[in-house]
T-cell receptor, first 115, second 110 residues
Framework: DVKVTQSSRYLVKRTGEKVFLECVQDMDHENMFWYRQDPGLGLRLIYFSYDVKMKEKGDIPEGYSVSREKKERFSLILESASTNQTSMYLC??????????????FGEGSRLTVL | KNEVEQSPQNLTAQEGEFITINCSYSVGISALHWLQQHPGGGIVSLFMLSSGKKKHGRLIATINIQEKHSSLHITASHPRDSAVYICAVRIAGSARQLTFGSGTQLTVLP
């Protein structure tokens, strides 16, 4: 079964902490994405990557950074967590080296609460 | 104005009813996705369409490229169909991949 795996389903962190959210896919997909989902706002793109070490900002990159050192792994980093980053974070991947092709696969989501 | 509009936002149906969820978009697209999200769960891709119609079990998705409109139909609805259904479009020529609708919360009562 093909899979996108997110490292933590639920996290609780304190304001100012550094937070790492990990995403691993086993489908050899080129494209990987980090979204956050908030009630009434839907899914919003934080960052995406279309190749190893390549990254592009999405709609709401402020307060976040990403790392893609290996093709299968895409990490989202909150350098100094704030309460307004409390949200559901979803990782996704698709096939295609930068092209608009391919079915979309999502992870189960990571619900982050920042106190 | 959002580039992707879904309707209705909320829908309650009785078990067995035929359900339609609509999605309209205002940009050129290369494909449209219908996604399903159960409470507390991840998102599952139901369909990816670039033209015509697709069917999977009780689910049918159609798209009219000229009218920039897609519909998701559920026949003989069941309480386990209760979920949020999300329309997402791949904007033609964009590397940013997807623009999402705000979702339709479907509740099917037994």
């Amino acid at each position: 079964d093909v899979k996108v795996t997110q490292s933590s389903r639920y996290l609780v962190k304190r304001t100012g902490e550094k937070v790492f959210l990990e995403c691993v896919q086993d489908m050899d997909h080129e494209n990987m994405f980090w979204y956050r989902q908030d009630p009434g706002l839907g899914l919003r793109l934080i960052y995406f990557s279309y190749d190893v070490k390549m990254k592009e900002k999405g709609d709401i990159p402020e307060g976040y950074s990403v790392s893609r050192e290996k093709k299968e792994r895409f990490s989202l980093i909150l350098e100094s967590a704030s309460t307004n980053q409390t949200s559901m974070y979803l990782c996704a991947s698709t096939k295609g080296g930068g092209g608009n092709t391919g079915e979309l696969f999502f992870g189960e989501g990571s619900r982050l609460t920042v106190l | 104005k959002n580039e992707v509009e879904q309707s209705p936002q909320n829908l309650t149906a009785q078990e067995g009813e035929f359900i339609t969820i609509n999605c309209s978009y205002s940009v050129g697209i290369s494909a449209l996705h219908w996604l399903q999200q159960h409470p507390g769960g991840g998102i599952v891709s139901l369909f990816m369409l670039s033209s015509g119609k697709k069917k999977h079990g009780r689910l049918i998705a159609t798209i009219n490229i000229q009218e920039k409109h897609s519909s998701l139909h559920i026949t003989a609805s069941h309480p386990r169909d209760s979920a949020v259904y999300i329309c997402a479009v791949r904007i033609a020529g964009s590397a940013r991949q997807l623009t999402f609708g705000s979702g339709t919360q479907l509740t099917v009562l037994p």
